[in-house]
């Protein structure tokens, strides 16, 4: 029969035979069952004729030549199966570009092989060989050394990346923070402007109310509108808020006395009581309040009333009064206020009165619930409302009567 090396190459021959392009090559511990450096030479050789017939190849050795040929050939690559010399376990990792060891000197200490016997092993092998060895091992401790370092350095890169994660996170909490502080902080300082607004056009109606007792003129009053409005701009300019925007369309045309107006900053309905001056000030009545007011933030609520021709009326009319436009019920008890009502009202009617205000102040509201409950009762009431910004707001109900 053929021994092994006989055998291999019988197979061998077949395989090179057969070879192309399109044909991979395996071979096991290729040349070995010969003298080694005969064997070493054949397998190189039959490497070489494989990929010259196009085939790819992956062989197995122990020989060094091999690995060495492999190092230097273009096209032919090392690679390795990394082995555990501590347990005498494979690890099933493939290193590419690693050519392998034989590790038989530190197999047999683990096993318990004597260390003169190992020893003696060692001076025994050629020069070339020990320094090819050492050469391995070296590249081996290297590996392993890039292999630590990679790690840290993944391990460096997923920290880095934990750490810029969190610090985007932190930025765009403390940048949500900050804008929810600023939004807050605008919200606050609009709603101290808007209450301050609204106290400042009390203080003006006030002094419209005290212009017609006092003999204030139309000027000091709105030199007192104007210091509040440079008061709520240096306000806003102070907290950084944006007056609103407020657009007001020109008047379709020029405004005659008896036309109704709307105030459109405060909403407030008045009547023209003359038109614009020079200077486009407007003379406005508001329930029980004159304003002056620039045309350019009024708006046109109705047409001006058709004069009809004068017709010759002859009225009798009995049991008639004359009344005021309004009744100041502050400072009276619920029962006092209600009596003072009931006798103003029947007043108001009998005057042929349309409107009339009730001042009740704003107070706890009991005063305004009582009064309100009275109206709701009497026959004469057509309907009622709170007054509207420049009327007196919540402080005053603005009666219809029949």
């Not at 492999?70 to 082995?83: L, Q, R």
């Not at 104007?226 to 008061?231: L, N, P």
């Not at 007011?293 to 708006?299: A, D, M, Q, S, Y």
């Not at 502050?330 to 029947?346: F, K, N, P, T, V």
């Amino acid at each position: 029969s053929l021994s092994t090396f006989s055998s291999h190459m019988t197979n061998i021959v077949e395989i090179l035979a057969a070879a192309d392009e399109r044909t991979l090559v395996i071979f096991d511990e290729l040349g070995a069952g010969t003298d080694p450096v005969e064997g070493a030479a054949l397998a190189i050789s039959i490497i070489e004729e494989s990929r010259s017939l196009g085939a790819m190849v992956a062989a197995t050795t122990h020989y060094a030549e091999l690995k060495v040929y492999a190092m230097k050939t273009p096209g032919v690559e090392n690679a390795s199966c990394e082995f555990d010399v501590s347990t005498l376990r494979p690890t099933y990792r493939l290193l590419i570009g690693i050519p392998g060891r034989s590790n038989a000197f530190a197999i047999a200490a683990r096993i318990g092989l004597a260390e003169h016997v190992i020893s003696h092993a060692r001076d025994l092998v050629a020069g070339e060989n020990v320094r090819f060895e050492d050469l391995l091992d070296n590249l081996e401790r290297n590996r392993q050394e890039m292999e630590k370092e990679k790690a840290r350095a993944i391990e460096y890169r997923r920290e880095t990346e934990e750490l810029s994660k969190k610090a985007r996170e932190l930025e765009a909490q403390y940048r949500k923070e900050r804008d929810r502080m600023m939004a807050d902080a605008k919200a606050e300082a609009q709603r101290i402007i808007d209450e301050t607004q609204r106290e400042s056009g009390r203080i003006l109606a006030d002094l419209s109310a005290l212009r017609d007792r006092t003999g204030l003129t139309a000027e000091e009053i709105n030199a007192a509108r104007t210091m509040a409005g440079t008061g709520m701009n240096q306000m806003r300019k102070k907290n950084n808020v944006e007056p609103p925007k407020i657009v007001v369309p020109p008047l379709a045309r020029d405004l005659v006395a008896g036309d109704t107006v709307e105030v459109v900053k405060s909403g407030v309905k008045a009547t023209v009581l003359a038109p614009a001056d020079s200077k486009g000030m407007v003379k406005l009545k508001a329930g029980i309040m004159n304003l002056t007011v620039n045309k350019k933030e009024l708006r046109l609520v109705d047409a001006p009333k058709v004069k009809l021709p004068e017709v010759q009326v002859n009225i009798t009319r009995t049991g008639g009064a004359s009344a005021d436009m309004s009744l100041d019920l502050r400072g009276m008890a619920a029962d006092e206020a209600l009596i003072e009502l009931d006798q103003y009202l029947d007043h108001a009617a009998r005057a042929n009165l349309t409107s009339v205000t009730i001042i009740h102040g704003k107070g706890t509201g009991k005063l305004r619930d009582a009064v309100q409950a009275r109206l709701r009762q009497t026959r004469v009431v057509k309907s009622f409302r709170l007054g509207r910004y420049g009327e007196g707001e919540s402080g005053v109900t603005v009666v219809e009567l029949r």
